[in-house]
């Protein structure tokens, strides 16, 4: 499910059926949605990169008309944290001067799921 926020952002919201609480992670590259192509085409090394991440569950790649956006979707806040920090660390490895700007990351426990 996608619920809008102010200014036309969105978030994605999941949470296990059994009540089990998870987490996810957005990292929005505000005037950059070319990183999304550039990511995509690198999907392989991002896929091996994030799902080895301890309780990772999900990872969604979105282009925007201004931007691109990462969500990883994990068990607990550990594993949001670690994805964060890896992405960081890979781009900069990988794409350096790809990004003007840090990522505004938005990160909490998922509250619903359908």
């Not at 919201?13 to 995509?40: K, S």
């Amino acid at each position: 499910m996608l619920t809008p926020l102010d200014h036309g952002r969105t978030l994605a919201v999941q949470t296990a059926t059994d009540g089990v609480p998870m987490y996810a992670t957005i990292r929005r590259y505000e005037n950059n949605p070319d990183l999304a192509d550039r990511l995509a085409a690198r999907s392989d090394e991002i896929r091996a990169l994030i799902s080895g991440v301890a309780g990772f569950r999900a990872y969604h790649l979105v282009r925007s008309d201004d931007g691109t956006a990462s969500i990883t979707v994990c068990d607990d806040k550990a594993g949001t944290e670690e994805s964060n920090r890896l992405a960081a660390s890979w781009l900069q490895e990988n794409m350096p001067g790809a990004m003007p700007a840090a990522p505004q990351v938005t990160a909490g426990e998922i509250v619903v799921n359908f």
